[in-house]
């Protein structure tokens, strides 16, 4: 069932946190709200999941309304069936792994195939075996494994994540990226995960939806939102960019050459003002005569003060 929002208005003591948002996601997709802090992620979250009412708008999955402010409906929280994963996990430190993950269940009144479901949810996740341990013999990242499989076991119809990976450390964080896709695959839930981090957006969504103070710049898959950005916003968060014209005209670095590819390409000279060594290449920023400054990638390491040419070809400017 697709979810639906549309004229979603929220205010906290008279500043608008989210300015009519209308929003439609599709059953199966790995959806991200991506933005700087504040811009409203997590509010829009919790309105999703009934945590926060909006001032104003509707929300409804499939034809069923969860909220709407003008026919005075409001679903509460346990009638949305929702899965959530937070930052912090959330676990209560005072029962052990599976009955963390059982307590959807209990609550929901299965008195009779809990066990069998969370174990199964547990195996899922790959904790078979800690089922008796308690949150705080875990590892940051099993204690992350315990809250999805405390999210996944009710088979929610949507999963909500806010932020769920900024807790764990850089390796884990990839670590837990994968284990996350493989389960998106594995159960085939509909997700919306929240992130300010565009490489963990990238790499997991189906959609992007970009945010910015409240609003929602552009909404589309990865390789658009990075090669398109319809803002000079999403340009600047999403990669980095070199403009031809401040907010108008770009190319990103990975397109710009130190050898023309035809004799249309556009040459820039300018000097190198910065090396830094990011593994396999060097990042090389170049201030040009023209008064800007851009990135480039180098195989070798160029010296600062060098006189550089840069070249583009027209097809990989990106009008906004
Ligand atoms: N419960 C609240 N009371 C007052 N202001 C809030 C509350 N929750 C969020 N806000 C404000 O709403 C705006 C959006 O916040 P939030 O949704 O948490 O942003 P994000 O998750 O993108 O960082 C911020 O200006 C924040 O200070
Ligand atoms: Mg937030």
């Known amino acids: 069932m697709p979810l639906h929002l549309s004229g979603i208005n929220k205010t906290f003591d008279g500043s608008p946190a989210l300015k009519d948002i209308h929003l439609t996601l599709s059953k199966g997709r790995f ?10 992620k997590t509010t829009l979250l919790r309105i999703i999941a009934g945590l926060e009412t909006p001032d104003e708008g509707d929300i409804h999955i499939g034809d069923v309304c969860l909220f709407s402010k003008k026919r005075r409906i409001n679903r509460p929280v346990h009638q949305r ?12 430190p005072h029962l052990t792994i599976l009955e963390n993950v059982a307590f959807g269940l209990k609550a929901q009144g299965d008195t009779t195939n809990w066990r069998n479901r969370s174990m199964e949810a547990i195996e899922l996740v790959q904790l078979q075996g800690m089922e008796k ?6 590892s940051g990242g099993q204690q992350q494994r315990v809250a999805l499989a405390r999210a996944i076991v009710v088979r929610p119809q949507l999963v909500l994540f806010d932020e769920p990976m900024s807790a764990l450390d850089a390796l884990l964080r990839e670590e837990m990226r994968v284990e996350l896709m493989r389960l998106v695959r594995q159960i085939g839930f509909t997700a919306v995960y929240v992130t300010h981090d ?27 939102i990075y090669r398109k950005p319809t803002h000079a916003f999403t340009a600047r ?24 590819s035809t004799e249309n390409d556009l040459a820039y000279s300018g000097v190198v003002q910065a090396v830094s060594y990011i593994g396999e290449r060097y990042e090389v920023t170049v201030q040009l005569e ?20 840069l070249y583009i070809s027209q097809d990989q400017i990106h009008q906004l």
């Open 290 to 309: 023209d008064g800007h400054v851009w990135m480039a990638y180098h195989p070798t390491r160029l010296a600062i003060g060098d006189q550089v040419k």
């Open 133 to 138: 341990r308690y949150p705080h013999q875990l």
């Open 31 to 40: 959806t991200t709200l991506l933005g700087p802090s504040g811009c409203g």
């Open 198 to 224: 565009q490489t963990e957006a990238m790499s997991m969504s189906d959609e992007i939806v970009v945010m910015k103070s409240g609003h929602i710049l552009q909404k589309d898959v990865p390789e658009v």
């Open 81 to 92: 069936n929702f899965g959530m994963v937070f930052q912090d996990f959330a676990l209560w």
């Open 237 to 260: 968060f999403i990669g980095k960019t070199n403009w031809l014209e401040a907010d108008k005209r770009l190319v990103r670095p990975e397109h710009v050459r130190w050898m023309p």
